[in-house]
């Protein structure tokens, strides 16, 4: 970093070595293809530089040296010599990207959390709202909060005067649609995307697709305490919902019965309707060694791949918690979750589950319904784990679609155990629970 302060003995001596290296891999790589005198006028040139070396020589005699193993170097370098720098450092990057992939495959793998099906042990994205007529942060705190928390801001910015209204579906929630976009400008993948109107101009919003706080974001900003869907039937019976079906994703054209509604706010051009930062999900490491020395064990965080799952459809990675081994009997009787007749044990998540301490809300019984929705643990069932299989759910019971939907994990997808929260730069940062 500091080269330009040495003497030109210093640099002189640097590059007498490195003249030494190549010669030496020359002669490892070319040695069957050399003739016995340049094998042995190769070795004389490197062995006199070498010397030189070894005996301090001043530059004017290294560079003598030098210039003397270079020249039989042209000669029988062949591919190795000369060699452009761009040639060096496609070698480096693709020995670094064999090194990567060697690491990921066989000993730790990244993993990021996108859903809160595992909170509060791992956390998913989460929304911080910043309502209008609320102080939100400026720009070094937003450079701070993205560096330290991955906090990236969306808005749905208001186009004219006038009053909110948005779209929501029978259910309650905020009316979406699937479209294609690119994450970092250049990524493939999808998002899900929001629009508002303001006297009838649109104002969009997009979060990524496994994004799931913004109906909580939605009733903070506009309904506060209000039963949002209490307001809907209110708004109906005044007159004031129009049908609205919504495209549910951009490439298809099935559509959604959605209900305009107008919010009771009004905004000015200019003004965000609607304001939050995403703070990014848990990144960690998961172990992809040890069970290669030992077997799972119930209370593992645990992470497999899902392609062989019938419930779920893609090939992903999954992180739940294990609760299930080969012929284990399970059953939730809320909130405790009990194998083989007793309380489950082997992880701190249980107990807290089991008493409902702190954010914990305990185990619910599965529900039967929906075409991919096995239904399984539900009230008063116990269910028998089959061999060479696992079951496993999300710590966040109530909000988990987990074994009670989808069954059994097979033995042979499992791929590790959670080890360490690397981002973001929170008070989970560290070994991973």
């Not at 030496?24 to 005198?37: E, F």
């Not at 208001?158 to 905020?174: K, M, Y």
């Not at 209900?259 to 995403?278: C, Q, S």
């Not at 991919?372 to 116990?382: A, D, I, P, Q």
Request: charged share 25%; glycine share 10%.
């Amino acid at each position: 970093m500091f080269g330009f302060f040495d003497s030109n003995e210093r640099k002189m001596r640097e590059n007498a070595e490195n003249w030494l290296q190549l010669a030496d891999k020359i002669h490892h790589y070319q040695r069957d293809k050399l003739t016995a005198a340049q094998a042995q006028e190769l070795l004389q040139k490197s062995a006199d530089l070498r010397l030189r070396l070894k005996q301090r020589a001043d530059p004017g005699k290294l560079k003598l040296g030098i210039e003397m193993l270079e020249g039989v170097l042209r000669q029988i370098g062949g591919t190795f010599y000369p060699k452009s720098a761009m040639v060096e450092n496609v070698e480096f990057l693709l020995m670094a990207i064999i090194i990567v992939l060697g690491i990921r495959t066989y000993f730790l793998q990244p993993f990021k959390i996108p859903t809160n099906s595992m909170w509060p042990t791992y956390y998913g994205m989460k929304g911080e709202n910043f309502p209008t007529g609320t102080a939100a942060p400026g720009i070094a705190e937003r450079i701070f909060r993205f560096v330290a928390f991955g906090a990236q801001r969306r808005e749905a910015v208001a186009p004219r005067d006038g009053e909110v209204a948005a779209q929501f579906f029978s259910s309650g929630t905020l009316a979406y649609t699937v479209r294609n976009d690119r994450k970092w400008l250049v990524i493939p993948t999808q998002v899900r995307e929001y629009t508002f109107y303001v006297d009838g101009a649109k104002a969009t919003v997009r979060v990524p697709l496994d994004f799931h706080d913004v109906d909580t974001l939605v009733q903070e900003t506009f309904f506060k305490g209000a039963n949002v869907v209490a307001f809907l039937e209110g708004a109906g019976r005044r007159g004031g919902v129009e049908r609205a079906d919504v495209q549910l994703r951009e490439e298809a054209g099935d559509m959604a019965p959605a209900y305009l509604v107008k919010l009771g706010k009004t905004v000015h051009a200019g003004e965000p309707i609607m304001r939050f930062d995403v703070m990014t999900g848990d990144l960690l490491f998961a172990d992809r060694l040890s069970y290669h020395f030992r077997k799972p064990r119930v209370g593992d965080g645990f992470v497999f791949r899902t392609g062989n799952i019938a419930g779920i459809g893609l090939d992903q990675y999954y992180v739940k918690r294990l609760v299930g081994l080969p012929r284990d009997m399970l059953e939730i009787r809320p909130p405790v979750l009990y194998r083989n007749g007793q309380p489950i044990s082997g992880a701190a998540a249980f107990h807290l589950n089991a008493q409902r301490i702190g954010l914990y809300q305990g185990y619910f019984n599965g529900t039967k319904g929906g075409e991919l929705n096995l239904g399984l643990l539900t009230k008063g069932e116990t269910l028998k784990v089959d061999d060479h299989c696992f079951f496993a759910l999300g710590d966040n019971s109530g909000n988990s679609r987990d074994g009670r939907y989808w069954g059994f994990v097979p033995e042979k997808d499992v791929v590790g155990r959670p080890l360490f929260i690397y981002y973001p730069f929170t008070r989970r940062w560290g070994p991973a629970r």
